[in-house]
């Protein structure tokens, strides 16, 4: 059974800083590299965020401020999330994903749970 397995996360004050990690238990054969994606509330578009797999790949607007890293041993990624602003407050969730071209990211169904970042004023 597959499972990917989300911590970090919590409420800081804009300007801050939050760490994110996500382990993935099991093996995903389609899966070639791994992401974040975010939902500022229920019903709203699931947003994509960062990606890394033969190249890393951020959001517009959180380049700068956001660093995705990979744990090839630990199977693991991680999201450094500095100089947060109110509008990254969202649910943020871990993916499995399928990089078929360089740059170029398709979730293959393994989602983990959801974190929530919630960024003060």
């Known amino acids: 059974q597959v499972e990917l397995v989300e911590s970090g996360g919590g409420l800081v004050q804009a300007g801050g800083s939050l760490r994110l990690s996500c382990e993935v238990l099991g093996s995903i054969p389609t899966m070639n590299a791994m992401g974040w994606y975010r939902q500022a509330a229920p019903g709203k578009e699931r947003e994509f965020v960062a990606?890394?797999?033969?190249?890393?790949y951020y959001l517009d607007s959180v380049k700068g401020r956001f660093t995705i890293s990979r744990d090839n041993v630990k199977n693991s990624i991680a999201l450094q999330m500095n100089s947060l602003k109110p509008e990254d407050t969202a649910k943020y969730y871990c993916a499995a994903l399928l990089e078929y071209k360089l740059g170029n990211y398709f979730p293959v169904g393994y989602w983990g749970q959801g974190t929530q970042v919630t960024v003060s004023s």
């Open positions: 990606a890394i797999g033969n190249s890393t």
